[in-house]
């Protein structure tokens, strides 16, 4: 029997557990999280001269999504992976996106789940209600046999969902007109502005010190004010600073992870983990610094076949032993996984947005603290463990404004 393919594209956001609600045991939001952390490292270790952009939570979002079709081998790798009970994740999960979105964060969160499906294609009454129960999933029917036109819209329904920070998320070259067979996406948009504001007259052009070497002139933001700071060293003795920039509702932070003493950001990233930034908490205290940061914009697309495979999470991708039997009774298998993301970050705040799909085809004074660097930064959601959005930043792949 023929199977068909499915596609899976994702997007970066990351957010952790404020201090105020440490646990010894990983919440749910932490156990997807340091995943999406171990694919971060996998791609920068791959790619150690490119922007990496990755949402942990977008990751979490569609393996979820995916889960209550999978069965057998398929099933149990997406379990281990991501750390959750047999019954899997999906009332924490919807837990989760229902504390995300809250108005009370203040700063927006907006996720928005659907699939898109082939006209003929019978998926299981059970594995759509869960979707929707669980993640307000929205069911649509698409005719796969005009690429283009399936493709165009399903642009537009991201567009729409990120506010028009992603508008071209697929390609019609991703889509087999006569195999593809369903399209999962996971939308995340957030925007915040920050606690402290930067004052745009503070902004001014200094030297940034890229990855390759050379000294770039960009755009530095600055401000001076009381910030959360410490510093934190690696099992390997390799000190860094770290740095927390709240947003205005207090519910959502950026933390800024920079090297010290010249150590290169490459020797920091293996040791980032929830389990890492939980330890922070202990070592950060209330500083009054002049802090300088640039002021970017980035895009980024990441494919996480590789990485996930890598990861242990390889059955999904194979034709021969993907096991979605409780999806569709027509086998199916995940063809592609990518995940594309942007953010804004300037002296009112930070956007971000990121999109993750899967198409199924038939298978003293003041110290002053510089970031003239490449350093590494986490968008977190303090109450929950969730990790929004990590990125590493150097000045060869900023889009600087």
């Known amino acids: 029997m023929k199977r068909v393919s499915l596609l899976c594209l994702y997007a970066l956001v990351t957010l952790c557990t404020h201090k105020g609600v440490l646990s010894a045991a990983p919440s749910y939001g932490e156990r997807g999280s340091d995943l999406g952390i171990q694919v971060f490292q996998q791609v920068v270790r791959s790619k150690p001269l490119e922007n990496v952009v990755l949402s942990p939570h977008g990751v979490a979002s569609i393996l ?24 899997g994740p999906y009332k924490m999960l919807k837990k989760l996106h229902k504390t995300l979105t809250s108005k009370s964060n203040q700063d927006l969160v907006q996720i928005a789940n659907a699939m898109f499906s082939h006209n003929s294609f019978p998926m299981e009454e059970t594995f759509m209600a869960t979707n929707k129960a669980n993640f307000q999933c929205e069911s649509r029917s698409l005719d796969f046999s005009n690429p283009t ?24 070259d991703m889509l087999d ?35 390759d070497g050379n000294a770039y002139k960009v755009p530095m933001m600055s ?103 409780h999806l569709s009774t027509e086998p199916v298998y995940v063809s592609k996984a990518l995940q594309k993301s942007k953010i804004i970050v300037n002296e009112e705040g930070a956007k971000a947005a990121a999109t993750t799909t899967a198409i199924l085809m038939a298978r003293s004074s003041p110290p002053w603290v510089t970031l003239d660097i490449p350093f590494l930064f986490l968008i977190r959601h303090n109450p929950t463990g969730l990790q929004f959005y990590l990125q590493n930043i150097d000045e060869s792949i900023l889009d600087l404004h």
């Not at 007109?177 to 001014?204: C, D, E, H, M």
């Not at 934190?232 to 920039?245: D, G, N």
Request: charged letters at 15%; aromatic letters at 8%; glycine letters at 6%.
């Open 64 to 87: 979820g999504m995916l889960l209550p079709g999978a069965q057998g081998d398929t099933r149990k790798q997406i379990i281990s992976a991501l750390r959750y009970k047999k019954n």
């Open 149 to 172: 036109a399936a493709a165009d819209y399903i642009n537009h329904w991201v567009s729409n969902k990120t506010k028009g920070h992603i508008t071209n998320l697929i390609n019609a």
């Open 177 to 211: 007109s006569t195999l593809t067979r369903l399209v999962a996406l996971n939308s995340i948009y957030f925007k915040g502005s920050w606690k402290s504001g930067f004052q745009p007259n503070n902004t001014k052009m200094r030297p940034f010190t890229g990855g």
């Open 223 to 325: 401000q001076l004010t009381i910030f959360n700071i410490g510093i934190a060293t690696t099992p390997q003795e390799v000190k860094y600073r770290v740095i927390e920039l709240p947003y205005h509702g207090n519910t959502i932070s950026m933390l800024i992870v920079a090297p010290v003493d010249d150590a290169p950001l490459s020797s920091i990233i293996p040791h980032i983990s929830t389990a890492t930034v939980q330890s922070w908490a202990k070592l950060m205290h209330m500083k009054k610094v002049r802090l300088f940061i640039p002021k970017f914009s980035v895009d980024a697309e990441v494919d996480l076949k590789a990485p996930l495979s890598a990861l242990g999470i390889s059955d999904m991708f194979s034709q021969d032993a993907a096991d979605f039997t």
